[in-house]
């Protein structure tokens, strides 16, 4: 058998005499090692997300490979290295948004690959879910002017050596829309310490919309490896949107 394998920008391609197959991969660190790995996005469904065709669409324009799309009540990740959990009213916001979510099945995978240093991504509901799984530190609470907020707001990255900030200039505002009714971000004064001192938030609002301590707009936990953001940088991805802010957190990972 003959096998032949070829390094692109970004890309690793593997040839034998029967198939050709072409998988994204990335290099990175791992008990300090070098290690290369296949990326393989999947996007996780609750009953009653709404930004999950969203997603789904950019990680494949993103990739050029399918997404696995993953049910609420499933417990096998398929082989995903990298989970989003997207936006929406998972189980319709009852109790609190995410207080539901994260009693689900798919919950018990994702837990285990976010403590096994894997990948980790929520976008608006999906950063509540996150914060009420314990897989982010603070809660999101009801905006100040305890009404939902529909808009474009600026951003700024705070660390922008993580995985999905490296691609987006130091001190460079970008414009992300943002969509909540409960996105007002609140950590006990220990805990917001903490945070701040280890680097963990990534953004900031340049003009805080709903009340969030510190204008904290996305945080990730201390190994830096799970990353939630109340906006939305999957609408605002394609040219045709009239705004690819959003493209330079897709860059990074």
Known sequence: MKLRVTF???????????????????FGLHSSANYLCAMKFGV????????DRDLIQVLSNYS??????????????QGCTHIFLPGGF????YLRSGAIAKLSPIMDAVSQHANNGGFVMGICNGFQILCESGLLPGALLRNENMKFICKNVE????????????KVPSNHRITVPIAHGEGRFYADDD???QIE???????????????SLNDIAGI???????????????????????NQDGKLIFDSL
Request: hydrophobic letters at 30%; proline letters at 5%.
């Open 8 to 26: 692109k920008t970004g890309w690793l391609k593997i040839e034998d005499n029967w198939n050709s197959e072409q998988v994204r991969f990335q």
């Open 44 to 51: 996780v469904i609750f009953p009653g997300s709404n930004c």
């Open 64 to 77: 050029n490979e399918p997404v696995a799309e993953l049910w609420h009540k499933d417990t096998d990740l």
């Open 90 to 93: 998972s189980y319709g916001d």
């Open 155 to 166: 951003l700024t990255a705070v660390n922008t050596q993580t995985s999905v900030t490296k």
């Open 191 to 193: 805990t917001l310490k």
């Open 197 to 211: 001192d280890n680097g963990q938030v990534i953004f900031r609002y340049v003009e805080n919309p709903n009340g």
């Open 220 to 242: 990730c936990n201390e190994n830096k490896n799970v990353f939630g953001m109340m906006p939305h940088p999957e609408r605002c991805f394609a040219d045709y949107l009239l």
